[in-house]
């Protein structure tokens, strides 16, 4: 398991990761493995031990804004 540290830069680049991709829904797994793929190859994390897994997020997650309602007459 990564440090706090570690984690918080691997949890920081997925999150770019999935913005920079259109914030597309189910594919944390994925953003977190390639985000973590960039650090260790950049040096920033260790590549020693196996890969570690993404925290544990909730199945349904809020949205990230509103919205819009539709007018009612």
């Known amino acids: 398991m990564p440090s706090p540290e570690i984690e918080q830069r691997i949890r920081d680049r997925a999150y770019y990761i999935w913005l920079?991709?259109?914030a597309?829904?189910?594919r944390s797994v994925?953003?977190?493995l390639r985000a973590e793929a960039e650090l260790r190859a950049k040096g920033q994390v260790r590549t020693?031990?196996?890969?570690?897994?993404?925290p544990a997020r909730?199945?349904?997650p809020a949205?990230?804004?509103p919205r819009p309602?539709?007018?009612t007459t």
């Open 20 to 22: 920079e991709e259109g």
């Open 24 to 26: 597309p829904p189910g």
């Open 30 to 32: 994925e953003h977190w």
């Open 48 to 54: 020693d031990g196996p890969k570690s897994a993404p």
């Open 58 to 60: 909730p199945a349904n």
């Open 63 to 65: 949205p990230l804004a």
């Open 69 to 71: 309602r539709k007018k």
